[in-house]
C-alpha cells in the first residue's frame, strides 16, 4: 500500500513530471497539447490554493491530488461551499492498484474534516479508468463544465454525511 501524505516543496519536480506522465496518453486528443501540457505540468503550483497529497511508494510519487476546502477560491462551476479535488494522477505503471482511490478518500476525509456537505471534481469521459471509480464512489454528475482544449468535461458531486 502506498503511503499517503503531504505535499512538500521538495516533491514539486516529481509531481510535475507525474502530471504530465498521467495524461501523456491522451497528447493527440487535447487540441492544444503544449498548452494544456505546461498547465498540468505545474501541478504543484495547486499547493498555493489548497493541499496537495501525495501517495509514495518505495520512497517514490506515484500519485498526486490536490484537495481545495469549502470557502477557498475555485472554478466558477463549482459552488464556492463545495469542497473539490483537482488533478488526481497516478503513474500509469501504478495504477490498478487502489492509489487513486486512496487519494481521493483522503480529500474525502479532509472534506468531512472541514465540514463540507458536499464534494465535487470535474473530470472527462475520456478518463476511462478514474471516472467509473467516482461513480463506483457515489459521485453523479451534477452539470457539463467548459471542455478543455477540445475535451468534454462534467461536473461530479457526491453528498457528505453530516456529522453531528
Excluded at 82 to 101: E, K
Excluded at 112 to 117: L, W
Aim: aromatic share 10%.
Amino acid at each position: 500500500m502506498p503511503v499517503i501524505r503531504e505535499f512538500i516543496s521538495g516533491d514539486a519536480v516529481q509531481v510535475n513530471l507525474l502530471a504530465v506522465q498521467a495524461f501523456e496518453q491522451f497528447n493527440d486528443v487535447y487540441q492544444d497539447w503544449p498548452t494544456f501540457v505546461a498547465k498540468i505540468g505545474n501541478m504543484s503550483a495547486l499547493a498555493d490554493a489548497g493541499e496537495v497529497i501525495v501517495a509514495e511508494v518505495d520512497g517514490r510519487i506515484v500519485g498526486a491530488v490536490a484537495y481545495i476546502g469549502p470557502g477557498a477560491p475555485k472554478a466558477e462551476f463549482f459552488r464556492p461551499e463545495w469542497a473539490i479535488m483537482r488533478m488526481l494522477v497516478v503513474a500509469p505503471a501504478f495504477r490498478g492498484q487502489g492509489i487513486g482511490s486512496a487519494l481521493a478518500h483522503e480529500c474525502l476525509h479532509r472534506a468531512k474534516r472541514d465540514g463540507a456537505s458536499e464534494f465535487a471534481l470535474h473530470t472527462s469521459e475520456l478518463m476511462q479508468v478514474a471516472l467509473p471509480m467516482y461513480l463506483r464512489m457515489g459521485f453523479k454528475l451534477q452539470s457539463r463544465a467548459p471542455a478543455i482544449h477540445g475535451v468534454e468535461y462534467g461536473v461530479y458531486v457526491k453528498a457528505l454525511e453530516s456529522h453531528s
